[in-house]
């Protein structure tokens, strides 16, 4: 098993980048592509289907730890998870019910 991180696991992001991956973040929120993929209404971490207004754009590997606003990193999460993993990788975060 690989030593796990610690406190102070956050890496360096710049301003400049983390706005830009907002910006970006923004961009794939307004999108026919992410529309879409909320409109199963269903959560990516926990598979509750919660509809479609109660899902929010996560980060599989937050921007603070060095993820990129790009479809691939992107998932629609309910407000539970998304609050409760915040800058946790998926490797060190199990969402409730799994
Ligand atoms: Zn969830």
Known sequence: MAERTTPGFLVEVDEATL???????????????????????????????VGAAALTMDHVVPLVRGGRSTKGNVVPAC???????????????????R
């Open 19 to 49: 706005k830009r991956e907002r910006a970006k973040a923004r961009e794939l929120r307004a999108s026919p592509w992410w529309k879409r993929k909320r409109a199963a209404g269903v959560c990516h971490w926990c598979g509750r289907e």
């Open 79 to 97: 407000k539970p998870c998304n609050d409760e993993k915040k800058y946790s990788l998926p490797t060190e975060w199990t969402p409730p019910g």
